[in-house]
């Protein structure tokens, strides 16, 4: 078990991790947080081939299972699990290393391992993406047009299962019309850089310094 990092105790970015099944639109509603926020993604390892369009060191880092393998020995991903028949995980030091320069990170990564940050890194904002109707997910996912059909019918047998993982996580976002869903997940992510912290002391004192 991966023990809990040490981030700075006094301004530590937020750690927001996003998941929900294939096809909900987890990818485009991270995309447009990359154009719309400060956030930034955490690329991840996979095993899984490159579709049409993947970039390297942008969609993912591919790898092939052996490499994988050894770096999840030497204690390099903060979480890793398999999906859909392959391998995903996540780099462990540069997410470490802006969380404690306070930038926030967001993790795009599936239930299992969603389920690992949480237990090493309770601090994390889970966000659960649903799609607005099973025959919407197929659709997308169909007309995303990147997998084979078995592939596609792995997904989608695999949905149910998913989203009953769902209140292990601190929001859920319908995302049926996209502007919708992108507006909720960033309100959700303003909300919490305004939860009552250690830093509101601080601002107190400056108050009580004017009266
Ligand atoms: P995921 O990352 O969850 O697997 P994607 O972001 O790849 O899903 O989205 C799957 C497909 O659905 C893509 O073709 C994407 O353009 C489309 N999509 C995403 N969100 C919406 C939406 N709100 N309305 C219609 N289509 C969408
Ligand atoms: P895809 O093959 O569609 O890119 O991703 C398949 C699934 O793997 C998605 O649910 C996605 O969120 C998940 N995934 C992507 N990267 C990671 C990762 O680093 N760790 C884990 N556990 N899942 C990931």
Do not use: W
Not at 83 to 97: A, F, R, S
Not at 145 to 154: P, Q, S
């Amino acid at each position: 078990m991966e023990k809990k990092y040490d981030a700075n105790p006094n301004h530590p970015g937020k750690l927001f991790v996003i998941s929900g099944p294939s096809g909900a639109g987890k990818g485009t509603i991270c995309r447009r947080l990359l154009e719309e926020t400060d956030i930034e993604l955490s690329v991840s390892m996979t095993t899984r081939a490159p579709r049409n369009g993947e970039v390297e060191g942008i969609s993912y880092f591919f790898t092939d299972r052996d490499t994988f393998i050894e770096r999840v020995n030497a204690g390099g991903f903060l979480e890793y699990a398999e999906v859909y028949g392959n391998y995903y995980g996540t780099p462990k030091q540069l997410v470490i290393d802006k969380l404690k320069e306070g930038i926030d990170v967001v993790l795009e990564i599936d239930i299992q391992g969603a389920m690992k940050v949480k237990e090493n890194y309770p601090d994390g904002i889970f966000i659960f993406i649903l799609p607005p109707s099973m025959s919407e997910l197929r659709k997308r996912i169909t007309g995303r047009g990147t997998e084979t059909e078995d592939a596609i019918n792995l997904r989608l047998s695999k949905t149910l299962s998913e989203i009953s993982y769902i209140d292990k996580y601190d929001y859920c976002v319908v995302n049926g019309l996209l502007e919708e869903a992108v507006s909720r997940v960033k309100s959700i992510i303003v909300a919490e850089h305004s939860r009552v912290a250690e830093d509101v002391r601080t601002l107190i004192e400056r108050y009580e310094e004017e009266i």
